[in-house]
């Protein structure tokens, strides 16, 4: 079975550019998540997506918005880029809560210049 | 606000020594995960405790919890090289919605 496809593996941007990330749960997973790793810190949440519903949303500004589709797929876009949104973004995808293991994708790297 | 934190920040260790990591946090918990990452990739589950249970084992892990002191350990015994990488606690909030990260502790084990 596929674990959990994220797209691109890498992407540099301009500030001020738009970027959409991409994720397939793992097959049967309803939730997904997605996580900002800045380098030397730990996964910060941004979103849940459960059964195409926002179910939680982190401290991040307005200009992060996220969307689940009928297939569970899930969509993170980021507009006005800044120097510091360069991150690893990380998809998560869990049969329900996060009470329950979340399996994670290789993220994409973004890198802002 | 920052709900795990553990310590050591960096351990370093030869193969073969058991590897032990401290996890502290700060709210009620329904769980506590463990979950492990290569050198900036994906992270990878490792175990996942209840709040009911007080010590888990799988493979070399044991896991251990202590809801009195808010604190738990991971243990990696019989180290190998493979096992090189950060490990992150994580607890998930009462709604279900969100898993609240340590900072993580970066493993090297040399051979």
């Known amino acids: 079975d596929a674990g959990v496809t994220q797209s691109p593996t890498h992407l540099i941007k301009t500030r001020g550019q738009h970027v959409t990330l991409r994720c397939s749960p793992i097959?049967?997973?309803?939730?997904v998540s997605w996580y900002q790793q800045v380098l030397g810190q730990g996964p910060q949440f941004i979103f849940q997506?459960?059964?195409?519903?926002?179910?939680g949303r982190g401290n991040f500004p307005d200009r992060f918005s996220a969307r689940q589709f009928p297939n569970y797929s899930s969509e993170l876009n980021v507009n006005a880029l800044l120097l510091g949104d360069s991150a690893l973004y990380l998809c998560?995808?869990?049969?329900?809560?996060?009470?329950?293991?979340?399996?994670f994708g290789q993220g994409t790297r973004l890198t802002v210049v | 606000s920052q709900q795990g934190e553990e310590d050591p920040q960096a351990l370093s260790i030869q193969e073969g020594e058991n590897a032990t990591m401290n996890c502290s946090y700060k709210?009620?918990?329904?769980?506590l995960q463990w979950y492990r990452q290569n050198s900036g990739r994906g992270l990878v589950h490792l175990i996942l405790?209840?709040?009911?249970?007080r010590e888990k084992h799988s493979g070399r892990l044991r896991v251990t919890l202590d809801t009195s002191k808010k604190s738990s350990s991971l243990l990696i015994t019989a180290s190998r090289a493979a096992d090189t990488a950060s490990y992150f606690c994580?607890?998930?909030?009462?709604?279900?919605?969100?898993?609240?990260f340590g900072e993580g502790t970066q493993l090297t084990v040399n051979p």
């Open positions: 709210t009620s918990i329904n769980n």
């Open positions: 997506y459960y059964e195409k519903e926002e179910r």
């Open positions: 097959s049967g997973h309803k939730s």
């Open positions: 998560a995808s869990s049969q329900g809560t996060a009470w329950s293991a979340a399996f």
């Open positions: 994580a607890t998930p909030e009462t709604s279900g919605s969100r898993l609240t």
């Open positions: 405790i209840r709040s009911n249970e």
